[in-house]
């Protein structure tokens, strides 16, 4: 089932939200001002960072799993248990 063009313009949105905020979060210029303004702030900066990243990637999520376009490949057969075990030895060594 192909995206429709409403909801193709709402996840192009949404990612240039993101990225522009991430962006913004990520700069020195808020840093140094958050240090100037807010220094009590400045030890949880970068936890706070990560938490509005993540929680920003839902609505995207949720715009993902509410317009899902055709997939790009389906490995089945001895790849896909290649590939799901290469997947699960990198989670094995991040974990590490």
Not at 49 to 75: D, E, K, S, Y
């Amino acid at each position: 089932m192909p995206r429709d063009a409403a909801g193709l313009a709402a996840l192009a949105l949404a990612w240039l939200a993101y990225f522009g905020l991430h962006s913004i979060l990520a700069s020195l210029a808020l840093k140094r001002w958050v240090a100037a303004h807010r220094p009590a702030l400045m030890p949880a900066y970068r936890l706070g960072f990560n938490v509005v990243a993540t929680l920003t990637l839902v609505p995207i999520a949720w715009l993902l799993w509410r317009h899902p376009g055709p997939m790009l490949w389906a490995w089945s057969g001895w790849q896909a248990w290649l590939a799901n075990g290469l997947a699960l030895a990198t989670v094995a060594g991040f974990a590490r």
